[in-house]
Each structure stands twice: as structure tokens, then as C-alpha cells.
């Protein structure tokens, strides 16, 4: 029997407001503990939220971008839960009336496109971060005690959750690349995920092929990178598919994946289901985006990044890796198109985009695509260590291509001919030589030319010049 995974992924990322969700404390990533504090987000009685409206725009306009449908209300509810991290004792959330709801994120692949439902991408505050101290790596095991730092409690989160669409680990790997693509390119989040600004859980279970049954399913969690997670959800979908081949049956458990073992030991063995005794926040009115706000953030959109790499593969006839890479970031994108409509080839600029210009690391949004143009264009016709470092200049303010081509630029075929057979006059006797049979002195006639060039020529064109003349 073959096998289908089933995979759903729970998204948390960081807004990059200037200031918190409920309080005016700016938000600070990295500064000494419980310096951006407030009465408000440490949870003194008798403040009240005011509610961060950037945050509020930049929701809508992810949710926009998710093509979700955008409430006409939306409320806040208190979420209650006892933790350190949460000084009030309830987290400000939203519940059944979340502000975005109804989307779907194209996720191009190889052979087929994933359309992934997107269930709701809703608005909420951060907990406060714990530190663990005494245990390994900053681990609650062996850890002789806690500490609290409130820095982060009150950052806005967005919370982002997916039908379970997806097929293959690879698929979620893409899936999650697309979505921080999609928050770096709207300005709202640097979704880092070792600075925790991206986080995200993965629930996964398998089924027979063919069948739409939805089994039981483990969450893992503590991913923390793209690669990782691809890794843990193929162990997870294989350990599972042992099971039920050997007659067993999944239980439903939350699997803690070790970076250094990519071992799942359970971290609790039943789920509780926790009651968080939701309820409407009173504090806070209910929120009712105004339709030309919302139509306006519309406007603010760029292309999704999935519509990109499709429009890459189908205008310029790129395989669909190579569109995936050059669509990577949007600053590589960007220059590619500038370098094409500059009228390099498409096949040529992509090339070397994704090779050479590479590996030189220069940052794609610092370089003038025109003058890059030149340096692609001129690929052939000039020495392979001189295309290198026009390459590796080609970030530096006031680039000039001309300077690496003007001249350099190898000697032309009309200009070779010449040298060709002055090269030949002036060695006649290894001339007759080779004519007689001593092939071999064919290198000592490219060397002769090469060095009048000054190693500035194409050897292969030397090469067939020569032979054509001697072989005459
Ligand atoms: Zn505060």
C-alpha cells in the first residue's frame, strides 16, 4: 500500500513595529533583560491596552497577501493560561472572529503546484521569554531555575494556520520559504528564525493514497530551521507508516525535536486538551477595518512570490529550479529582470546569477543591473578570471564595466588573423616542421600567439585559426 502524508503548519512571526501591541514600549531584539518594560505589558492592575494600529494594517495587508477574506469585525479575546511569561494571566488573542480568514497561498513545485488553504491568520501578543538557567543549552531539563525576561512579552504576533494541504516534507519546506518570503517582502517582519521572530508547529499524519480520511496526527515542535523541519517531518511520516504497516496504531502525541539526535522523544504522552477559557477582551472595543483602508492596503501588495517564480518559468523559459532560486529574494529577482531587459539572454543572464555572481556574495540589491549587463554580455570574448572579478566589483558604488572590459577585451578574430601570420613568418622551420608531420608544435604556435596578446585572446579561436593556416 502507498502512502500519503498529511501535513498542517501553525505559524507565529513577529510584526517589526516600532512599538509593542498593548503599550508604547519599543520593541528591542538582543538588549540587556527587562529594559523594555512598561506597567501595562508587565500586567499591573489598572492599566488598560491601547491597541497598536500599524500592527492592525500590517495583519491585513499579510492576510491580504494570503488572499484571505478580511472581517468586517474582528475581536480580541483573553486567552487564560497560568505561566511565568504572562504577568497578566490571560494572553490578549483572537478567538472565533479573527480578523483574516478564508485564504490560500500558491506553492509552485517541479512537477505540481500545492494551493495550501490558509484557515486563519489572526492578531495576538507575545508571552514573555523564559530563560532557563543551570541545564543544557538553555534547556528546561537539568535546569537549576528559571528566569524571566519581559522584553518580548506584548510583542504583536501574527498567528497564521493551514488546512492540512500539504504532501511532502519538501512541499512544507517550500510552503514556509514562500510565507517568509512573503512577510520580508511586505516590510512587516524580519521573520528570523534564530532571533524567534518566525516559529512555527507542525502537524502531520499519513493516510492511504487515494483516501481523503483525516488519522491521528503528532505535532512536532521546536523546529528550528526550514531544512531541519523537512527532515523531521519525512522521520515523523516514515515512523508513522511503520507503525500502521506493522499493524499498530498512532497516538496522538507532541514530538520534541533534538537538533543534534533528530531523535522525538514525546514530550507528553497524552494531549491535554487545555481550556483556555476564552472570552472577550473588555477592554478593548471590537475592530472594524474601514473598506477603503482595507482596499487601499490592497493596493500596497506586491506579487505574491509563488506568482513570481510561475511567471519566471513561463516569460523567460526557465526550468522551475532555476526560477525558485532566482526568486530567492526579491533584490536577486529584481536584478535579473533588470539585467534581462537590458538584452542580456535570459538562459545566459540566469546562468550566471546563479553560478558565478553567487559565489562572489555580492548583495544583488546593490548593483547597477546595467552595468552588470555589460560584464554578462562580454562573458565570452574575455578572460575567465577578469569576468570573476567584474563579477565581484560589480556591488561596489559607482561600478564602471568599462574598466574591466574597455581594455582588456580579448583580441577579435579579425585582429588575430595578423598576428597569426606573423607568428608563422617568423618561425618557418617549425612550420615546415609540422607541415611535415610534428603535429605536436601546434602548441608552440598558440603559445607564440598568446603571447603577443598578451594572454588576452581565446586559445580555441587561436587554436582553429592556426590549424586553418597550417593545415592550408
Ligand atoms: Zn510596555
Not at 142 to 156: K, W, Y
Not at 168 to 187: H, W
Not at 397 to 405: C, S, T, V, W
Not at 450 to 460: F, K, Q, S, V
Amino acid at each position: 500500500m502507498s502512502w500519503q502524508p498529511v501535513i498542517g503548519l501553525e505559524i507565529h512571526i513577529h510584526l517589526k513595529t516600532r512599538t509593542k501591541m498593548f503599550c508604547r514600549c519599543e520593541l528591542a531584539y538582543g538588549l540587556d533583560a527587562n529594559t523594555r518594560t512598561c506597567p501595562i505589558c508587565l500586567g499591573h492592575p489598572g492599566t488598560l491596552p491601547v491597541p497598536n494600529a500599524r500592527a492592525i494594517e500590517w495583519t491585513i495587508k499579510l492576510g491580504l497577501a494570503l488572499g484571505c477574506e478580511i472581517a468586517d469585525r474582528a475581536i480580541f479575546h483573553r486567552k487564560n493560561y497560568f505561566y511565568p511569561d504572562l504577568p497578566k494571566g490571560y494572553q490578549i488573542s483572537q478567538y472565533d472572529e479573527p480578523l483574516c480568514r478564508h485564504g490560500r497561498l500558491l506553492v509552485p513545485g517541479p512537477e505540481v503546484d500545492a494551493e495550501v488553504g490558509i484557515v486563519r491568520a489572526h492578531l495576538e501578543e507575545d508571552a514573555a521569554k523564559n530563560v532557563h538557567v543551570g541545564g543544557a543549552a538553555g534547556r528546561i531539563h537539568g535546569a537549576g531555575r528559571t528566569l524571566v525576561d519581559f522584553n518580548r512579552g506584548g510583542t504583536p504576533l501574527v498567528e497564521i494556520v493551514t488546512r492540512p494541504d500539504l504532501h511532502s516534507a519538501d512541499e512544507a519546506r517550500r510552503f514556509l520559504q514562500l510565507l517568509r518570503q512573503t512577510v520580508v517582502e511586505l516590510g512587516i517582519s524580519d521573520a528570523e528564525m534564530e532571533k524567534g521572530s518566525l516559529r512555527f508547529d507542525v502537524n502531520v499524519s499519513v493516510r492511504p493514497a487515494g483516501s481523503d480520511e483525516l488519522r491521528t496526527r503528532t505535532e512536532l515542535k521546536n523546529m528550528n530551521s526550514f531544512a531541519f523541519a523537512a527532515r523531521g517531518i519525512q522521520r515523523e511520516v516514515d515512523r508513522q507508516i511503520g507503525i500502521y504497516e506493522a499493524g499498530g496504531e498512532v497516538e496522538q502525541e507532541t514530538l520534541h525535536f533534538d537538533p543534534d539526535h533528530e531523535l522525538a522523544p514525546p514530550l507528553r504522552s497524552k494531549e491535554e486538551a487545555q481550556d483556555y477559557r476564552y472570552f472577550p477582551e473588555p477592554d478593548l472595543v471590537p475592530l472594524a477595518p474601514p473598506r477603503q483602508l482595507v482596499e487601499r492596503l490592497r493596493k500596497e501588495i506586491p506579487e505574491p512570490p509563488g506568482a513570481r517564480i510561475r511567471r519566471f518559468e513561463s516569460q523567460y523559459g526557465l526550468r522551475f529550479y532555476d526560477a525558485e532560486v532566482l526568486n530567492g529574494s526579491v533584490a536577486l529577482a529584481e536584478l535579473y529582470e533588470r539585467v534581462v531587459s537590458a538584452g542580456v539572454d535570459a538562459k545566459a543572464a540566469s546562468n550566471v546569477l546563479m553560478n558565478e555572481f553567487a559565489r562572489t556574495g555580492v548583495e544583488p540589491g546593490a548593483v547597477d543591473a546595467v552595468e552588470l549587463a555589460k560584464v554578462i554580455e562580454a562573458r565570452a570574448r574575455i578572460p575567465r578570471d577578469r569576468f570573476n572579478e567584474a563579477l565581484a566589483g560589480s556591488g561596489d558604488p559607482g561600478f564602471d564595466a568599462e574598466r574591466y572590459l574597455g581594455d582588456g577585451l580579448v583580441v577579435e578574430t579579425s585582429e588575430l588573423e595578423p598576428l597569426v601570420e606573423r607568428v608563422l613568418a617568423a618561425n618557418e622551420k617549425e612550420v615546415a616542421a609540422y607541415r611535415a608531420g610534428k603535429r605536436g608544435l601546434l602548441g608552440f604556435f598558440v603559445g607564440q600567439v598568446m603571447r603577443e596578446t598578451g594572454g588576452n585572446a581565446d586559445a580555441r579561436v587561436v587554436n582553429e585559426l592556426l590549424r586553418t593556416k597550417l593545415d592550408a
